[in-house]
């Protein structure tokens, strides 16, 4: 026997199928902005993945001998289906170029900004103080404030913001901004050199400086959602295979014949150029040449860290 078509028709709809659901009869504005979603709906949401890139162009392009003072951004945002400025969803790569003699200014929405000298001199100008820096220093700079970056001979530095991060949650950047810290490039190497003579067990991943201040001393970051290390890899030698949930963003900065394999993809490495490391992806880097490789990365590590979820392994032996 079969159901009429009356009956069929009165069957219940799927919950997946159901449209978004808005108030019968709301008393008022408040009432009226409810939405209501369900267990079947409400969890298959589908977003465009980070991709996996290498960013060479952009920095052929900073680094140029007549580039014009200025950012160029490392910009996923239309790949990723962002409405805002993003290399992945909660980070923001770029490299300032900055000619003698001129300054550039930022002050942007974040909570704060992390910055590699790749070359020249110069000094900035933030809250007060004055940091004069050379090729190699490492500066953390505080979002939402003026910061004044003013060349002595041609620059051109690499940095990274969780511009992203702020833009998502429509926030502002702290009204406690967070003090400006210098890693100058010989204190850097004198930390480094006590790491590289130092051993390393079957869980440690290599060795690699990483950087924090006096604030976040306890949980070793060096921005409450983002980590900051710079990776060693001697020649003829590989990083293990392994992956973890943050997104991370390299800048090469040492290193012949290297590359990573992200994905199962190949990466080339060259001067300066930014690799992005998608959440979740498998990755390796290789040093296949004979001096010693350096890279520096940045994670949104301090996020997963905090939730507990950082979902770090090693995928070979």
């Known amino acids: 026997m079969t159901a009429s078509p009356a009956i069929r028709?009165?069957?219940p709809i799927d919950m997946a199928d159901?449209?978004?659901?808005h108030p019968a009869s709301p008393a008022g504005p408040a009432q009226a902005r409810a939405r209501f979603f369900n267990s079947g709906n409400?969890?298959?949401?589908k977003l465009p993945p980070v991709p996996g890139r290498v960013f060479t162009d952009e920095?052929?392009?900073a680094l140029a001998p007549d580039a014009p003072t200025g950012f160029i951004a490392c910009d996923q945002s239309a790949a990723m289906a962002s409405p805002f400025p993003a290399t992945t969803p909660l980070m923001l790569?770029?490299?300032a170029a900055i000619a003698a003699g001129d300054d550039l200014t930022c002050a942007w929405a974040a909570t704060g900004s992390i910055w590699f000298v790749i070359a020249g001199t110069g000094e900035t100008r933030v809250g007060g103080e004055v940091l004069r820096w050379g090729a190699?220093?490492?500066l953390l700079l505080p979002g939402g404030v003026p910061v004044v970056h003013a060349a002595g001979t041609r620059a051109v530095l690499w940095v990274v913001s969780n511009e992203p991060q702020l833009a998502h949650d429509a926030s502002q950047a702290p009204r406690a901004p967070v003090a400006p810290v210098h890693y100058p490039a010989a204190e850097i190497e004198r930390q480094l050199a006590l790491i590289v003579s130092a051993t390393a067990?079957?869980?440690t991943s290599g060795h690699a400086l990483i950087f924090s201040t006096d604030g976040l001393e306890a949980s070793r970051n060096l921005l409450p959602t983002l980590t900051l290390s710079l990776n060693t890899l001697p020649g003829g030698t590989h990083q293990r295979a392994h992956r973890h949930n943050s997104a991370a963003i390299t800048l090469a900065v040492a290193g012949e014949r290297c590359f990573s394999t992200v994905d199962g993809v190949r990466c080339d490495w060259s001067p300066w150029a930014t690799l992005v490391t998608p959440p979740g992806a498998p990755h390796s880097h290789h040093n296949a040449g004979g001096g010693l490789a350096r890279f520096l990365i940045v994670q949104d590590g301090g996020l997963y860290y905090h939730a507990r979820t950082m979902g770090f392994a090693f995928l070979e032996e």
């Open 9 to 11: 028709a009165a069957a």
């Open 136 to 138: 190699g220093d490492v």
């Open 201 to 203: 067990n079957a869980s």
């Open 93 to 95: 790569a770029r490299y």
């Open 18 to 21: 159901l449209p978004v659901q």
């Open 42 to 45: 409400a969890f298959n949401i």
């Open 59 to 61: 920095a052929a392009r």
